[in-house]
């Protein structure tokens, strides 16, 4: 590890994956990865046929607008709940998607702190490791939830100007020290 590392917050790493594009293309192997997914498209398909929409008598004397505002407004919870569910499946899947995204977030994690790699997991237990990258994720995953939801968006530097204090819901962020890995 280089002996001149700084404390990097997950609002840096994620605004660097964001400018770098990083953020965008993994959107787009997520969205690929979606529209493969046969056993959702299977379900997708199920729901609309099983669709009180379609049963209702006079259905068939619908135009097509009125049939898919009526199939949209029944199923587009469940339809979306489904999607969510299997999002996240693919981003915590150790082995795919998953872990894609977890190596691309510590390669940038490193090069903005200035450590020259992430430590290999123990040969016995990844736990440190693996503990290390989950917190960082989930502040990650914590910041872009949060941002999305805010109705005010604040700026890289307003943040870097005003500090981790001056978080509106007032969360401290994971802060990574050498001494905390022998932990």
Not at 22 to 49: G, P, W
Not at 90 to 113: A, H, M, P, Q, Y
Request: proline share 4%; charged share 30%.
């Amino acid at each position: 590890m280089g002996s001149s590392s700084k404390v990097v917050r997950p609002e840096e790493v994620l605004e660097s994956l964001k400018n770098d594009g990083t953020v965008d293309a993994l959107r787009m192997k997520i969205i690929a990865q979606l529209k493969a997914n046969e056993d959702m498209k299977k379900n997708t398909m199920m729901m609309v046929e099983q669709s009180k929409v379609l049963k209702t008598p006079g259905a068939e004397k619908k135009t097509k607008r009125e049939l898919f505002d009526a199939l949209r407004q029944e199923l587009e919870t469940p339809v979306l709940e489904k999607a969510s569910k299997a999002v996240w499946e693919l981003i915590l899947d150790n082995g795919g998607l998953g872990k894609e995204i977890t190596e691309t977030v510590e390669k940038v994690f490193c090069r903005l702190s200035g450590i020259d790699a992430m430590p290999p997991p123990a040969s016995t237990s990844g736990a440190p490791q693996e503990k290390h990258t989950n917190i960082a994720l989930e502040e990650i995953e914590k910041g872009a939830s949060e941002r999305s939801s805010s109705s005010r968006k604040r700026t890289f530097a307003d943040i870097s100007a005003k500090g981790a204090a001056a978080m509106p819901n007032g969360d401290a962020t994971y802060q990574h020290d050498e001494h905390e890995e022998g932990n």
